[in-house]
């Protein structure tokens, strides 16, 4: 059985950097990201083994990411199966822009860049399937690979399955090899029979998605702006400025906005604890320590010191 992770004695400034820690160690590069400004909080307990890692993951709202360069530091072919027990979650891959609901099974691509967000908090089972079998079969299928299976039908017995395997933790690795190709062979049939709920997602809502994470991977770059990501995405000025006002924002407000939340987080995050304000600020992309200052108090209503000082009376 693998490690368990909880932040029952770690400083509410130092949980955002030990939930990272606790991702990487427990399943592969992936990018957890905190979606608002509250203190962090979260747990992963292990219930497996190591031919079927098995964990509950619970936590306070938050996204994660598998992204093009995770993918390239470690890949092995794996994917996770992950029950979701409580509040909804929104799942990208394959270009499909899916909602997970309670009793529904997300199914992961660990190969594919990937994407979830818990507006609500994160509270499922992950299980991490080797998966040879279930990628031969996906691959067969016509059209793109399922990122849901809904809890009805086919569907329902690999949740029910999924679901009753955390109950046997003790005698976990007396069945674990049974339980890895059941729960794959459940999942064959599931993809099979059973009709996600997706969400439409247009091609505007694709590019939109395109542009926000080019934007994420080069907000360290000072000549980040609208000429930039139309020559680096090849897309009109126009259309860039159509797909980001139909989002409700515009360029200039978006990398602004991308900018402060990620200097914001780095002052919350102990790894960063020596770090001077004005690298972090240049790490963001802001062309000076004033510059960056002013942005960050019509934003959050104080300086970025007054946030790093908050954490670090935590301690």
């Not at 490690?3 to 400034?13: E, K, R």
Request: some cysteine; overall charge neutral.
């Amino acid at each position: 059985m693998g490690a368990s992770w909880n932040m029952q004695d770690v400083a509410p400034a130092d949980r955002f950097a030990y939930w990272r820690e606790a991702v990487l160690q427990t399943y592969l590069p992936l990018e957890p990201e905190r979606i608002t400004p509250d203190d962090f909080d979260g747990a992963i307990t292990s219930i497996g083994s190591s031919a079927l890692p098995l964990s509950r993951v619970q936590s306070v709202p938050n996204a994660i990411r598998r992204t093009r360069k995770g993918i390239g530091s470690f890949q092995d072919g794996s994917f996770f199966a992950n029950l979701q027990i409580s509040g909804d979650a929104v799942v990208e891959q394959h270009g499909q822009r899916t909602l997970a609901r309670p009793g529904d099974i997300v199914l992961l691509d660990t190969n594919e860049p990937f994407a979830m967000r818990f507006e609500q908090g994160c509270d499922l089972i992950c299980a991490t399937i080797p998966g040879a079998r279930l990628r031969r079969h996906l691959q067969q299928m016509a059209g793109r690979p399922p990122n849901v299976i809904a809890g009805r039908g086919a569907g329902r017995l690999a949740s029910a399955y999924l679901g009753a395997l955390r109950n046997i933790p003790d005698d976990f690795a007396l069945v674990d090899d049974l339980a890895v190709n059941q729960l794959e062979s459940r999942l064959i049939r599931a993809t099979a029979i059973n009709v996600p709920a997706v969400v439409p997602v247009s091609q505007r809502e694709v590019l939109l998605r395109q542009i926000q994470t080019f934007i994420l991977d080069e907000l360290h770059n000072p000549q980040l702006s609208a000429k930039y990501i139309c020559r680096q995405l090849n897309i009109s000025r126009s259309h860039l400025f159509a797909v980001l006002a139909d989002a409700g924002t515009t360029v200039a407000a978006h990398i602004r906005d991308a900018r402060l939340r990620q200097s914001l987080s780095q002052l919350r995050d102990a790894r960063f604890a020596d770090l001077p304000i004005g690298e972090i600020a240049l790490r963001a992309g802001f062309s000076s320590h004033e510059s960056f200052s002013r942005a960050f108090r019509r934003a959050y209503g104080a300086p970025p010191g007054a946030f790093r000082a908050a954490g670090d009376e935590t301690h």
